[in-house]
């Protein structure tokens, strides 16, 4: 059974207190237990959970919960997906949802931005973009990367999260949210994922969405998985196995598939194993960088490079920054107390 911190569970309660939106009796009869929510220790169950905010919700007509200025209209959300369902690919279901959002609640802004071999998606709250209610930031953050996987029928394998917070209470959540760094304490909140995802072709159509949202937002609550994912699975050996980044058969015969198979599973998931690789020596690229004390030579050499000078134009190729820009503003993931430049 899928759960959820009750630390999260808490800040939604306040929230909806602070709102004028909460009733015992809605929480209770959602399946919830009110002292641990107040109290904020343990965990509760995700379809609970589930229950009580489409309750919150749906009485309150503000799919915001209360965090927002003005309310988000109750079915905004719904006509969100009709709205994006034709889009064609990933790219322009982004910039139709953000455009969406632009024209119904000025407090709630979404962009989509492409660096290098990068894409950021920037979320902001307000006009000022103020980097207030932590949780729900990452509510936003969690709910357009669910739809964005259901849409293209994939995970989304991040390569890092920025917030403009410092670690919440439920911090300890961030890996299993994420599955990836997150730096704290930024000048914004973003998620920053590999521009070849945009590309991606459309896998649902107007027909698959009256079941998906029949299920919202308690499908929105639960992980992608993943680990159905060649993508994923690739990227994991490259971190377990240093050989398999410079042997694709090697990794074919891991897999238990063919070198040709293993191909066509990359291409049909829009990715091939050269990008994989790219993808993987980037996001470790960074994590040396920022928490090591490995020089930029030997860091170029542990990823397969034979010159630091090849290692460097991949490295702005990918993010459009320099790899000395990155290590002068050394940082660390949630934990450490430091920040990470974008």
């Not at 309660?13 to 009110?34: I, M, W």
């Amino acid at each position: 059974m899928a759960t959820v911190s009750n630390a999260i569970l808490r800040a939604h309660y306040q929230q909806a207190e602070c709102s004028g939106y909460f009733r015992e009796d809605r929480l209770v009869d959602a399946g919830l237990n009110l002292q641990a929510v107040q109290n904020g220790q343990g965990r509760s169950s995700a379809d609970a959970f589930a229950r009580w905010l489409s309750l919150l919700w749906r009485e309150n007509d503000d799919e915001s919960g209360g965090f927002l200025p003005q309310p988000v209209k109750s079915g905004t959300f719904a006509m969100s997906m009709h709205a994006i369902i034709t889009a064609g690919n990933l790219r322009r279901a982004l910039l139709r949802s953000s455009q969406f959002y632009r024209l119904v609640n000025p407090h709630l802004v979404v962009d989509l931005q492409e660096q290098g071999e990068e894409a950021h998606l920037v979320f902001r709250l307000g006009p000022e973009g103020e980097p207030s209610h932590p949780v729900f930031y990452d509510a936003l953050i969690v709910l357009w990367l669910r739809w964005s996987s259901w849409i293209i029928d994939q995970p989304l394998l991040l390569e890092r999260v920025n917030v403009a917070f410092d670690t919440p209470e439920y911090g300890d959540e961030y890996p299993y949210m994420y599955q990836c760094p997150v730096y704290v304490n930024q000048s914004d909140c973003r998620v920053i994922l590999a521009k070849r995802y945009l590309d991606q072709p459309l896998a649902r159509s107007p027909a698959d969405l009256a079941d998906f949202l029949s299920l919202a937002p308690g499908n929105l609550l639960v992980q992608f998985q993943p680990q159905d994912s060649v993508s994923a699975s690739v990227l994991s050996l490259f971190s377990e196995h240093g050989e398999a980044l410079t042997d694709q058969q090697w990794v074919a015969e891991h897999l238990a598939v063919s070198g040709a198979t293993l191909r066509r599973q990359l291409k049909r998931e829009g990715t091939s194993f050269q990008q994989l690789k790219d993808q993987w020596r980037r996001k470790e690229a960074y994590r040396l960088l920022k928490h090591s004390t490995l020089t930029l030579p030997d860091i170029s050499t542990q990823l397969g490079y034979s010159e630091l000078s090849a290692f460097s134009r991949a490295f702005k190729t990918w993010t459009g920054r320099s790899p000395r820009s990155v290590r002068d503003h050394h940082s660390a993931p949630v934990g450490s107390g430091d920040r990470e430049p974008r």
